[in-house]
């Protein structure tokens, strides 16, 4: 029995371990998977002001994850200095963020169980009576701003803890585009508006016109909404996960 992605080539633009998780389910509904890193993530180097922030932990009444990879990097800054304290309440974006930190223990984890992104977050009860309250956000260098501004505006005293870096993966994107402009392309993935414009940095001129004839699939509007974006014949928008991702890809039909 043929799988609903039957001869279709998607491109997988999120670090490789992700994208080999991901590429299994799709692979499994018949795709093609190429798996092409448009973004990494490196540690930052520990600090003296990162390690005086993680000892003051158990000041804070509310930490909040903004991906695996800050759960990854954050859980570590702080084991350095000690048990994570009981009575910090914890909040995460994103199903699999939050997956992450009951995987590393902390199971009572405020997270939205649709939205997977800051607005979903912000809109949830829990996170409305913040005045006086003192935040800590994990994330990497730099990013959206919307967290600490929405919650400052309701009294919340908000610091960032970043404890990692994204960067821009040095790859070979020849063998990439040769496969597209034979044909066996047809969708690619892209988490995150930055790895969207790593990616049409990386494959170069040369992937122009396959671009011009291929879908993007994205799990945001706003990923949408960017200039990179309408290089792409088409753009969807998938739910969130691999169901979503497979969901979405479905959608595209193949011309032999």
């Given at each position: 029995m043929s799988g609903r992605l039957e001869g279709l080539g998607v491109v997988l633009t999120r670090p490789r371990a992700a994208a080999e998780a991901t590429a299994r389910p799709l692979e499994a509904e018949g795709a093609r998977v190429f798996i092409f890193p448009a973004l990494g993530i490196?540690?930052?180097?520990?600090?003296?002001?990162?390690?005086?922030?993680?000892?003051?932990?158990?000041?804070?009444?509310?930490?909040?994850?903004?991906?695996?990879?800050?759960?990854?990097?954050?859980?570590?800054?702080?084991?350095?200095?000690?048990?994570?304290?009981?009575?910090?309440?914890?909040?995460?974006?994103?199903?699999?963020?939050?997956?992450?930190?009951?995987?590393?223990?902390?199971?009572?984890?405020?997270?939205?169980?649709?939205?997977?992104?800051?607005?979903?977050?912000?809109?949830?009860?829990?996170?409305?009576?913040?005045?006086?309250?003192?935040?800590?956000?994990?994330?990497?260098?730099?990013?959206?701003?919307?967290?600490?501004?929405?919650?400052?505006?309701?009294?919340?005293?908000?610091?960032?803890?970043?404890?990692?870096?994204r960067v821009k993966p040095q790859a070979d994107a020849r063998p990439l585009v040769e496969s597209w402009r034979r044909g066996e392309i047809h969708a690619v993935s892209a988490l995150s508006a930055e790895t969207l414009r790593n990616f049409v940095a990386m494959a170069g001129p040369e992937a122009q016109v396959p671009m011009a004839s291929s879908t993007l699939v994205v799990p945001h509007e706003a990923i949408a909404a960017e200039r990179e974006a309408r290089r792409f014949a088409r753009v969807e928008i998938a739910a969130h996960g691999a169901a979503g991702l497979v969901e979405a890809l479905s959608r595209i039909r193949v011309t032999p």
């Open positions: 490196e540690p930052i180097a520990s600090t003296v002001a990162l390690e005086a922030l993680a000892a003051r932990l158990p000041t804070f009444d509310l930490a909040i994850f903004v991906s695996a990879n800050a759960v990854e990097h954050g859980l570590a800054l702080t084991s350095r200095a000690g048990s994570w304290p009981r009575r910090l309440a914890v909040a995460a974006i994103g199903e699999a963020t939050a997956q992450a930190l009951r995987n590393s223990g902390i199971e009572d984890v405020i997270s939205p169980p649709e939205r997977h992104d800051s607005e979903g977050l912000l809109a949830l009860a829990q996170l409305q009576p913040v005045k006086g309250q003192n935040v800590i956000v994990f994330r990497g260098e730099g990013g959206r701003e919307r967290i600490k501004e929405t919650l400052e505006e309701r009294g919340a005293r908000v610091e960032y803890a970043e404890c990692y870096r």
